[in-house]
């Protein structure tokens, strides 16, 4: 197979930079390990640029009635008193959509795998495993795994962007060197949705205790988000069990008014790549850069990437 961009990973990154491609013609090919979109909801909020680009991909309408509108956020001391509040710029809306805006991830990626496949052009080899590739002045030979049955598939492409993550096995080929930012904490993140009434900040919040700081976000419909930050002696393994989980939460929320959804403890980084380019080679999103999700750009800076 003979492709004008090989991309490799097909999340919002991969998938964005897929419509865009392939409403220019392009041939793509879209490499992905899994065969379904993850489940569980990771990004939370995009901003106005963001979609902008999915109103370039034609998806816009589409994925507009699936958000809300950003509600600001309120910086809550030790006493609960509120010390700072931040609202979404005023309007007019300057490019056409809100500022800020809510979604649920697997519903977003969902629509923009959609929007791909509207190309005959592109093509998305699911369950095909990265390997390695080859360049040469004309192109880059790729390596590739078909996973259901272990045989190599060889692919061609004049491109390749990398769009597989932080984890991004295209960024150990190249040998690209992470500058990291001296940010390093370990965060638990409580996915739940709202199952009764209960009491709740009308705005995001950011809580500023020293006790145990923490984020409260109000995603969509009834999805709601917390961050906690874990605290000097705990370790991730301390938080495996869901009755761990839902003991620190019940310091920001009464946990019975919850379904959680899922939790996870991730690791916050401030990391960027010295270089994201090698020949024909491109990385993207988070094979390029990390940043801790307190602004909500993580994902925003991907779509920007593409």
């Known amino acids: 197979m003979t492709v004008d961009v090989a991309l490799i990973g097909c ?3 991969g998938a964005t930079l897929a419509n865009l491609l392939g409403r220019r013609g392009h041939r793509v090919a879209v490499v992905e390990q899994s065969a ?4 569980k909801p990771r990004a939370i909020t995009a901003d106005q640029e963001v979609m902008r680009v999915f109103q370039e991909c034609g998806l816009a309408d589409a994925i507009e009635p699936m958000t809300s509108p950003h509600p600001g956020t309120d910086f809550v001391g030790i006493d609960d008193q509120v010390i700072q509040r931040f609202y979404p710029a005023p309007g007019p809306k300057q490019l056409g959509w809100e500022p800020n805006w809510m979604f649920v991830q697997p519903e977003l990626e969902a629509v923009l795998r959609r929007g791909a496949a509207r190309f005959e052009q592109v093509q998305a080899l699911l369950r095909h495993r990265y390997l390695g590739h080859a360049q040469d002045a004309d192109g880059v ?7 259901v049955d ?12 990398a769009c597989d993550g932080g984890r991004s096995a295209v960024r150990r080929a190249v040998g690209a060197t ?38 409260y976000i109000v995603g969509p419909g009834d999805l709601r988000r917390w961050e906690i930050k874990l605290l000097p002696g705990e370790t991730p393994a301390d938080f495996e069990d869901e009755s761990a989980i839902r003991r620190v939460l019940a ?34 999103g988070d094979a390029a850069h990390q940043m801790p999700p307190f602004l909500g750009q993580g994902l925003c800076a991907g779509i920007r990437d593409a």
């Open 11 to 13: 999340g919002p990154t």
């Open 36 to 39: 379904e979109i993850c489940d």
């Open 141 to 147: 030979t790729l390596q590739l795994q078909r996973l």
């Open 150 to 161: 272990g045989a190599a598939v060889p692919l061609r492409a004049r491109y390749v962007v």
């Open 178 to 215: 992470i500058e990291d930012l001296a940010f390093d904490e370990w965060w638990i993140v409580v996915d739940a949705r709202l199952r009764r009434p209960t009491a709740l900040p009308p705005r995001c919040a950011q809580y500023c205790r020293p006790s145990r700081p923490g984020t």
């Open 251 to 284: 310091s920001f929320v009464d946990v019975d008014a919850l379904e959680l959804w899922r939790s996870a403890v991730y690791r916050f980084h401030a990391l960027v790549l010295d270089r994201w380019r090698d020949g024909r080679v491109f990385l993207a």
